[in-house]
């Protein structure tokens, strides 16, 4: 049974870790991973979680029988490239950032550890990534009372050229719905109705009043486990980029840096500190 709503203004998006040399993000085939998942603290009342960009063994771990095992290629450069572009248009402001450095044929972070784990041998690499994930949550909570966003960032292959809101059909984002009603869900200052803007093909469409998510896509264990539907949640984000659009979009981490400050700004998660000329 789902938790009843939280009244307060906090949005959740997917990321987690220490950043370390390139050289310890994977190990040697049959060793396990001298990192398990990558976090960062930021500035912005924002978190990006990357939970299927990972390439590391997990020791002899046999790949996954059921479930999706293969990684959604170039979220985690666009969560990072994001990440650069919010420094920049902020003055040197980050969201915090969680990582899951597993390949995905090991351990789905995004699913139930029961779910997400075929070995025993997986599970610390799923509690890692969700611990880290629990503490940016609490650390945003914590420091932005009136609210944070976390965006969960995924890549999907099904339709190319578009992105895909998950939210559990606005479950997931309880708070800011019931704070500023549909429209900052899907209208045209949401996040995707931002990024509509600036050129992308969004689902669902742009309007005023909520409509059903793509059910393949409308948010998996880790905005559902964190949303602000859940006593301890900020209001929780899942987007899932098509891969044309992760393949040759040279500019959207800069489209997706400048839709999130516009949101944030919009909705009352971003401090009045926060300078961002231009967006």
Partial sequence: MLDPPMHRRHLLISLSTTLLP???????PGRAPLVQTLSTPGELPLLL???HDGEAFIGLTPART????LRDLGTRPLAEQTAQALARLTGGQRPALVVALAHRKYVDVNRSEAEGTESDD???AWRSYHAEVAAQVAELRKRFPNGALMVDVHGQAQVPDTLFRGTRNGQ???ALVKRLGPVALQGPHSLTGELAARGYTVAPAVQDTLSAEDPRFSGGHTVATYGSHQPEGIDAIQLEFGSALRQRQARLPDDLAAALLAFMRYAGYLPASVQAPGV
């Fill in 49 to 51: 979680t990357v939970p």
């Fill in 66 to 69: 059921h479930g999706t095992v």
């Fill in 172 to 174: 997931t984002a309880r």
């Fill in 22 to 28: 390139a050289t310890m993000h994977a190990a040697e």
């Fill in 122 to 124: 997986a599970v610390p």
